[in-house]
């Protein structure tokens, strides 16, 4: 009986020698093959999913800066209608000369503005694109944060001393130019929202 050997199998002549001699039965066996090939696919798998993540990031980059503009663009929206309301009641509250009421009025005044502008400068710290982009931003609301508090505390002790035509000329002066300022950062965040938008 004769005994035929099996024949080898032949390599296509086109097969780059590295590969051939990778695939020859000598040079590796099978478990080394599986386990390049393995690594190779774990190696696809993590540069695929790397890939995806980095893309993940460039679509959600804009929305994020969008969002972080409206976010401190409504705390200084906030800010403004505060400064805004209290000229409107000191206003009201010089032609009745009610010292107690306007020292009330005050006192909230500066309770909610501490907390609206400790709420935008926590916005801001947390969009720091926004200060890169325009830095009077954050300056602007430094002032504000330092200037408004004096003014009222001013205008309380005037009040009190039954000044009230100097309260008066304060509110129409100092008071207005906070209230332009506070306007001028609700423009300057608008037009960054816009951009952002756009």
Do not use: Y
């Not at 909610?112 to 947390?126: I, P, T």
């Not at 009222?152 to 009230?164: F, P, Q, Y």
């Not at 130019?177 to 816009?194: A, F, G, H, P």
């Amino acid at each position: 009986m004769a005994t035929t050997r099996p024949s080898r199998v032949k390599e296509p002549k086109d097969m780059p020698s590295a590969a051939r001699s990778l695939f020859q039965n000598n040079a590796l066996s099978i478990g080394r093959r599986l386990t390049v090939c393995f690594l190779v696919i774990v190696l696809s798998m993590i540069a695929a999913d790397a890939l995806v993540f980095w893309q993940f990031r460039q679509m959600v980059a804009p929305s994020r800066r969008l969002s972080d503009a409206e976010r401190v663009s409504v705390a200084i929206v906030r800010l403004r209608l505060i400064v805004g309301t209290f000229r409107k009641n000191v206003v009201a509250l010089e032609s009745s000369h009610a010292t107690e009421q306007f020292s009330a009025e005050a006192a909230a005044l500066q309770q909610r503005f501490f907390r609206n502008v400790q709420d935008a400068q926590q916005a801001l710290s947390k969009a720091p694109e926004i200060s890169r982009e325009d830095p009077t931003v954050p300056a602007a609301l430094e002032a504000l944060k330092v200037t408004l508090p004096s003014q009222v505390d001013t205008a309380v002790l005037l009040a009190a001393a039954g000044d009230w035509n100097a309260v008066r000329l304060r509110i129409e002066h100092q008071v207005q130019d906070l209230v332009d300022l506070s306007s001028s950062l609700v423009e300057k965040m608008d037009r960054q929202v816009q951009q952002q938008r756009a």
